[in-house]
């Protein structure tokens, strides 16, 4: 008996131990995953950027135009998971991604305008939360919503802290 109740308090705060690697987990491993990338990604083209001679003003209009970007294609985003589901979307993320990586690789040739930089980013961004949120919903248990959300968001949250320790050095002009 005693057991018993040990197990249930353990197996609340010990999520992972007994999870089954259901749909609602799989949401969470990719978007972890996702994250710890994105994050990474971006803290190195910060000091690629910085290095190719970009100036402050012009990465911090990097990410004003991938919010502005991101923020109209929403609507486009949501859009296309109408029309063609959730996982489509999340191919047209991969591609924007992609896409993205090589304009960044192309940049000491072409030397791309930040909002052109932005562009992919946003879009890719945009085509990957809304179909997450959109997956979520279909697949959430409604006793559980909140804690899963919850989950979610502590999952994502963890991934970006990873890059933070160390913290990120500045560079010095």
Known sequence: MIRKKIEKIIRKSHFWRDVDFDKLS??????????????????FVLFFLYE?????????ALFGYYFLF?????FVAGFFVARFGPKHSLLVSAILQIVNALM??????????????ALPWGASSSFYF?????????????????????????????????????PPVRPVA
Request: with cysteine; proline share 4%.
């Open 26 to 43: 799989e949401i969470y491993i990719s978007n972890l995953l996702r994250s710890v990338s994105l994050t990474l990604f971006a803290v």
């Open 52 to 60: 190719l001679g970009y100036s402050t003003p012009a990465i911090l």
């Open 70 to 74: 991101r923020t109209g294609f929403d």
């Open 104 to 117: 960044l690789l192309t940049l000491p040739t072409y030397k791309w305008n930040v909002a052109l930089l």
């Open 130 to 166: 809304i179909a997450l949120h959109v997956m979520m919903s279909k697949i959430k248990h409604t006793k559980k919503a909140g804690a899963e959300i919850g989950h979610l968001q502590v999952f994502e949250n963890l991934a970006r802290c990873a890059r933070g320790w160390p």
